[in-house]
């Protein structure tokens, strides 16, 4: 027998639907032509799904931003930009990138997901400058288009995912340094996924590593781009997951993180699990206690005032 929606019923399923549903916009995080540190090479961007059905782009030269932005009737204010893993070597866009951004419009936060350029010696000078020109650019954007997007520029946080992680952690703790520091760069909190964090030998993810310094590699630079060195007073807030039977990226990484900021007395909470591996994003079958790292962010998100209790 066929079922029949009522009228009030389908109005309900309706204006849940629209509630849900965000605008979508993709920007070139730079000017045509003034991209800084660009060189002209024969590197090109490359898309593919693996066996996973995750999104992997190789090659990224040309830098976006993809706007994923709430609904004004259900819009917190809130905005977080979500740097996608892979070792800096690719970018896994959709299980650590857009599939994000739709979870986060559906509780009224808006989100960008950071198509970031992968250091390659050949496209660009100076490499381990580029990711994160392209993050601060990144949260320029969206702090200057604030109002446009219905955003409090006051709660523009960042998220990022192994590799996405230590890009992440880097705006939190380089925004003021260097020759393109800028207060306007500076996320207001951080969700940080099995980070790589240092670069220092004893925990550091080797191929994020040397995939970022290059030829460049120095003891300086590992120590300028081991973030757990670099926290300060100013460093935003930061929830943090990792599993300890991670593999790729020891657990430890989060652990001087958190210490980093407790040390410097600001606000953290970090959630260890002891099974879950690495690159898991919301991927939790299976995995056990993992399942709950979710729900302990959105707990967190509507402690901090950024989800609508």
């Excluded at 010696?121 to 601060?136: G, I, R, S, W």
């Excluded at 520091?181 to 099995?194: N, R, T, V």
């Excluded at 300890?244 to 001087?256: F, L, Q």
Aim: aromatic share 8%; glycine share 8%; proline share 6%.
């Amino acid at each position: 027998m066929k079922k029949v929606i009522s009228l009030p019923v389908f109005c309900w399923l309706m204006t849940i639907s629209m509630a849900v549903t965000a605008q979508t916009e993709t920007m070139n995080l730079w000017p045509e032509g003034k991209i800084p540190n660009f060189k002209t090479s024969s590197v090109a961007e490359k898309s593919e799904t693996d066996a996973s059905n995750i999104l992997r782009i190789s090659g990224v030269t040309v830098p976006t931003l993809t706007a994923y932005i709430a609904p004004k009737e259900n819009a917190t204010g809130a905005a977080v930009m979500i740097c996608p893993g892979g070792g800096y070597g690719i970018l896994a866009a959709s299980h650590e990138g857009s599939d994000f951004a739709k979870w986060f419009n559906e509780r009224g936060i808006s989100a960008f997901v950071l198509k970031y350029r992968l250091p390659n010696e050949k496209a660009m000078t100076h490499q381990h400058e580029v990711p994160l020109m392209d993050a601060m650019q990144g949260m320029k954007m969206i702090r200057e288009n604030a109002a446009k997007w219905n955003i409090d520029p006051n709660k523009i946080g960042v998220m990022g995912f192994s590799a996405g992680g230590h890009l992440a952690a880097t705006i939190s703790t380089h925004y003021n340094m260097g020759p393109k520091a800028s207060q306007e760069s500076k996320p207001d909190f951080s969700i940080l996924l099995y980070p790589v964090i240092s670069f220092l030998p004893s925990i550091s993810h080797g191929g994020s590593r040397d995939n970022l310094l290059g030829a460049e590699k120095s003891d300086e630079l590992i120590r300028y781009y081991s973030n757990e060195l670099q926290v300060s007073e100013q460093t935003p807030p930061a929830f943090l997951v990792h599993a300890m039977d991670d593999g790729a990226v020891p657990v430890e990484n989060s652990i001087e993180y958190y210490l980093a900021l407790k040390k410097h007395k600001i606000a953290a909470e970090m959630h260890l699990y002891p099974i879950g591996g690495h690159g898991y994003g919301m991927r939790t079958e299976g995995k056990g206690s993992l399942a709950n790292w979710p729900a302990a962010m959105e707990g967190w998100l509507k402690s901090m005032g950024y989800m609508k209790k």
